[in-house]
């Protein structure tokens, strides 16, 4: 290329006369860059660096002055001189290709070409095959997640679905899933078309994050439309509509409301299950936005949800019907603003959600709220450094009614059962500070601490967090190592069937990885991690809460994206081995989430800009489960009593599936956008299993299949403007 | 390889316009203004990407100084969007941050719309868009509405405006007649642009590209068409305006090849 390009046609013309400004400009890995626009603030006067990195131009200004170096990709680095220089200059640039070790997905747009994470499109995220359209399947199809049951729950690293934090617009979402269970949820309750930005972690994150063991999911309502648009789409499970307005002055609203049902689902491709009633719900959902000036924003998002579901349960004690009734409200309003090297963060939101389920002896009844705030201060001082702190405040009301069997075993209506009731109250407070600083040279260090203290645990704790990236040649190798702490579930604070002495829970995370390519062309990343945990609170078989357990996970993550000819392929593999105490056994042995090997390739061909085929395969080991060794009949209950053999020493058969997705895009008419897609998911209606339960005396085990045979799914959406 | 630069990007709106005197008279955002769109016109003749680059540093040392100038950043976003049409059409042209440069090049478009509003900034825009699109289909059905919407905006703001036909006209010829294109809307619109590039007066600092190129994208859509005769008049009338366009060379050396 071109060895120093030197401006041309500035309208300030460069004499030969005066002092030459020249120097070398180089990334962290102190390899030159070139294409660096280098100039003096002063007079504008300057020159693009070469392929050697080396600048050089002339100005007649003397004294004090300012070097600027900009470049797309990289942080602009300023350098206060005095005119003539002395010596040449090095400047160093911190390059975004340097990042901590996350996958980070961006929907609905593309990152940089340099920038080392793993993107998709919101489309993308609908189109994965499998995926049934939702945020959190699509992510489960990256490495490091444990495919624990055909739920959306994010299993991170051999954690429990609640290590992984849910936010949206900086605020936590207190239910982030749809119909939710033990192991999450069937869906996650946002649609992907209403996000931008989303922003995946499944380990060794930053301080900015607290009250997390394992993951963090963060993602971004999309901001105020640019022109007027609507859509719509009708798919064999759910109706939903969305209307976008730009207003004046910088304002924009957006509204989505869905009404789903699973009953045309269902009717089409059967079930392996009994519904009383078939999951059912509508969504509301809204934002405004304001753009108050170029770089300042305020944003109010808001989202309310019900769901109902009714399914027929066999017990060995009780054949019944499980209803779940649930509703969730969420609003949140952020301030994002940015004046010079400072910028600022805010947000405050409030969240409400009311939940019954009803099981034979089991009732339970959720009035949970909450209310949160946080800010977040940034600082670039220099173009090396920038600095982080901020605080969040998050309160929660907690209501549970209910009543539970005494024993496990006898979940009969009317089985000798405790009543509780109670509202637990709890804040937890907490500030946290980063620094992230690019050494000369190939290293840059990110160090930070928080510290959180919460009324139900009264106790306060501080969580180090240190993050490391050292660019070699062509790779870039990664390292975190940080304390993080979570505050139990406030249901096992709950006085009569809680435990309210229960402390913070606690992990331990070491990271290592290497990775190279670029996300939008070809990307591999390999990462080992180590996990340990301590003060764990679990609930055993008759849901009592047991404090104090302890454990590990570790394991290895592989991701390759490969981007070719029309073809996208990728690969994500996770081996993880972890253990921890059993809470009915009292003993250290394989976690419930001790998914051995989890494999996913996806592969996605597009033709004519139009069509589009994706097929998916996913492989899974066994879950890990405890088996009944023998039973006994209790005559004075009537009801058998299990015994129960080594706590998590066998394991369901391995999941295997292949899903094959197709869309077709069509423009009906001027402005507008149609999309018609159809899925076939379990194309080989293998039977999967993922848990099992026992006949009325133990003597038979029967495996629970998955709830889908193969089974089509189809709908159309149209977008206008 | 000039028709896999236009087929791509469907803009490669060269200088055209004979320089008018440089307007001594224009002073702070403005000079900086006109010295940048003057620079990225002369590099973008050159079919040089590094050029390109070295030209837009122009607007962007300015935007050091007058933050969020609207027609800086229209500039800023014109030699983006050239540049990234420039690296994926040359065989061997590093292409790796091209996504960079089109986000980039859209965010300044962006902000400088959110300043003052100008017909070229929605057209130019609307090429970013489609050029995503082009790059990752599966994004056709959110940038695709708003990519017609940026054109529509375009005439709203400027019915009259030679470069938003130009970019109609260059749209058409790119896109398949059962998208509402082909090459008979596109002869129309281009037919339009030289009409109206021939009232233009060109009022420095604002945009005064294009001329040339609309009776280049012409002689195209003549070829295409198979009408060699009228192609030829529309290349040579275009090589009248820019004698020394190496690209308008090229398109009139391969009429004469019969490719």
Known sequence: MVAVLLLAGTARAQTDSGSAVRGTVHDAAGAPVDGVNVFLLETLEGALTGADGHFAFRTAHRGPATVIARRIGFGEVRRTVTLPLAAPLELALASAAIVLPVITAQAGRYTGGAEASATLSALEVVTTPGAAADIYRAIQTFPGLQQVDEGAGLFVRGGDVAETKILVNDAVVLSPYRSESPTGGTFGAF??????????????????????????????????????????????????????????????VRVTGTRSSTRLLFALNGSTRDFTHVPEGRDLSGSATWHYRPNGEVRIYGLHQHNTLGVTVDQPSFTGSFESDEAHDFAVATLRDALGPVSLNGSFGAAGTTRTQDLGAFRLAVDDRQRQANLRLGWTPAGRLALTAGGEVEHRESGFSGRKAL??????????????????????????????????????LTAGARTDHSTLTHVSTVDPRLAAALAVGGFTFTAAWGVYHQVPSPAFFEPTVGDTTLGPERARHVVLGAQTGSPDRSFFRIELYDKRYRDLAQQDRARNVVAGGTGFARGADLFVKLVGNGWGTRLAYSYVDTRRTDPDAGALARSPFDVTHTLTALAEKTWRNRWRLSVGAHYAS???????????????????????????????????????????????????????????????DRANVFSVRYNADYTERIPLRSQFNRSFYFGVSTTWM | MRRML???????????????????????????????????????????????????????????????????????????????????????????????????????????????????AHVLMSAVLGIQIGRDPSRGMTLGPRSSVEIDRALDLGPENPRVWLQRGVSAMNTPA??????????????????????????????????????????????????????????????????????????????????
């Open chain 1, 407 to 444: 024993d496990p075993f006898d979940q009969r209506p009317g089985a000798p059962s405790i009543t509780f009731g109670s509202t637990t109250p709890g804040t937890r407070t907490a500030a946290f500070a980063e620094a992230d600083w690019q050494a000369p040279g190939r290293l840059r």
């Open chain 1, 191 to 252: 649609d992907a078309f209403q996000v931008e930005g989303i922003s995946f972690s499944s380990g060794g994150f930053g301080a900015r994050y607290g009250d997390a063991l394992s993951g963090v999911l963060a993602m971004q309502t999309l901001g105020r439309p640019r022109a007027r648009s609507g859509g719509a789409t009708v798919s064999l499970a759910a109706v939903s509509a969305n209307v976008a307005l730009p207003l004046p002055d910088g304002f924009g």
């Open chain 2, 6 to 120: 236009i087929g791509i990007a469907g803009l490669s709106l060269i200088a055209a316009a004979p320089a008018p005197a440089r307007a001594q008279t224009l002073d702070g955002a403005a000079r900086w203004a006109d010295s940048a769109q003057h620079a990225i016109e002369a590099a973008i003749a050159t079919v040089n990407p590094d050029r390109v680059a070295s030209a837009r540093a122009v607007a962007e040392r300015a935007l050091a100084v007058y933050a969020e100038d609207p027609l800086l950043l229209l500039y800023r976003g014109y030699a983006l969007l050239e540049e990234a049409t420039m690296r994926m059409a040359i065989r061997g042209s590093d292409t790796s941050g091209v996504s960079g440069l089109l986000e980039t090049a859209l965010d300044a478009l962006e902000r400088s719309v959110r300043r003052r509003e100008t017909p070229e």
């Open chain 2, 178 to 259: 059962q998208w509402g294109g082909g090459l008979e809307p596109a002869e129309r619109y281009l037919l339009h642009a030289v009409e109206l590039f021939e009232r233009e007066q060109a009022v420095p600092p604002n945009p005064m590209w294009g001329r040339a190129d609309a009776q280049a994208f012409l002689g195209q859509v003549y070829q295409r068409g198979g009408r060699g005769e009228l192609a030829r008049a529309a290349y040579q009338r275009a090589l009248g305006l820019e004698p020394a366009n190496p690209w308008y060379r090229g398109l009139l050396a391969s009429l004469d090849a019969g490719h």
């Open chain 1, 622 to 684: 066994g879950r890990p489960f405890t088996p009944v060794a023998s039973a006994s009949y209790d005559s004075a209950q009537t009801v058998w009593v299990p015994a129960y053999g080594a706590p998590m020493s066998e394991r369901t058969p391995a999941f295997a599936r292949m899903d094959v997705s197709a869309s077709w895009l069509h423009q009906f008419w001027p402005r507008s956008v149609t999309i018609v897609f159809v899925s076939v998911n379990n194309a080989f």
